[in-house]
């Protein structure tokens, strides 16, 4: 366990609500150049603590039962483990070089890490603590996603401009996938026939068939009275109905609200400054945006596609997570 770390604290008293809503839920947000994770309340939009971890944090998400939650700690090469109930680190996972980003997957016991510098993915057994397999891919890894039916592991590329497709029955990748400049994140629908892709340079989301790995259709965005080089797309997320792709679009300031039937934009919210990441409650009633440049955290009523709320948090917040 990483050594020298402490624990800084303030909790502050809540109240009693029901579980799985919006409104009894627990935020956790991976503050990148704060080496921090900063806690939650989404029923008073307060912040209820700031835990000390390693280095450069960024992918963060909950373990199946709820007792942990994982972080890649890129400068300290590690995935860390933090109790949920008292915040302390309490073991450190072999990931491979500079993790960034990683899918937790759909029986909740392996970890896929996309390891930037090591151009790789690494699957990580939680059971043993220890590495699975390790597969080569492109240049600069980041997005790292499961297919609903556990078969494949796609991977984006950012320096190669490809998503990584990796059979997990032979362990290899297969086939790659062009791509618009930088794709940085990936996410399946629900069923597992597309895979949404955001492209950062680009300015774009492509999707992907995933029997054919074939880009089948491009989203473009247009803000009024924002410049076309701002629009960055960087994380997306779909709506527990599956009907509403929420996408962080970056130094435009916004995220967009997509129709996910249509292919169109619904509406753009505007929240803080450089959004990365967006994570979005159990009952689809709201997202949350990690806003890196402004140091908060956005509370988006989806309904009405307006923020209700903004929530102070540590430096650069990058990724976030929700547990109930």
């Not at 991976?30 to 029923?43: F, H, L, Q």
Request: hydrophobic share 45%.
């Amino acid at each position: 366990m990483r050594k020298g770390k402490t624990m800084k604290s303030i909790w502050l008293a809540g109240l009693f609500l029901l579980p799985g809503t919006a409104f009894g839920e627990t935020l956790y947000v991976s503050n990148e150049r704060g080496n921090s994770v900063s806690v939650i309340d989404a029923a008073t939009q307060t912040l209820i603590a700031t835990w000390s971890v390693g280095g450069r944090p960024r992918g963060i998400t909950v373990s199946k039962d709820g007792k942990y939650i994982y972080l890649c700690a890129s400068t300290d090469h590690a995935v860390q483990v933090i109790e949920r109930a008292t915040g302390k680190i309490v073991a450190e996972l072999p990931s491979g070089e500079d993790p960034e980003q990683f899918f937790l997957s759909r029986d909740g016991e392996t970890l896929f890490v996309a390891n930037e510098d090591g151009a790789a993915l690494t699957a990580i057994d939680l059971a043993t603590k220890s590495v699975a397999f390790q597969v080569d891919v492109g240049g600069e890894p980041e997005g790292v996603a499961q297919s609903p039916d556990g078969r494949w592991v796609a991977v984006t590329s950012e320096e190669d401009n490809v998503v990584n497709w990796i059979d997990l029955k032979s362990k290899a990748m297969v086939e790659e996938t062009p791509t618009d400049l930088r794709p940085r994140h990936v996410e399946f629908t629900a069923d597992g026939k597309e895979l949404w892709i955001a492209a950062e340079v680009g300015g774009t989301v492509q999707i992907a068939d995933t029997a054919t790995k074939k880009v089948i259709a491009t989203l473009n965005f247009e803000i009024p009275g924002v410049g076309a080089h701002r629009i960055l797309p960087c994380g997306i997320r779909f709506t527990p109905d599956g009907r509403t792709a929420i996408v962080a679009l970056g130094r435009a300031d916004h995220v967009a609200l997509v129709d996910v039937a249509t292919r169109t934009v619904r509406a753009y919210v505007p929240v803080g400054k450089r959004v990365w990441h967006v994570a979005v409650s159990a009952d689809g009633t709201r997202a949350y945006s990690a806003n890196g440049l402004s140091d908060n955290v956005s509370v988006i009523d989806l309904a009405n596609a307006k923020v209700v709320g903004t929530v102070a948090v540590g430096t650069a917040p990058w990724g976030i997570a929700i547990a109930p």
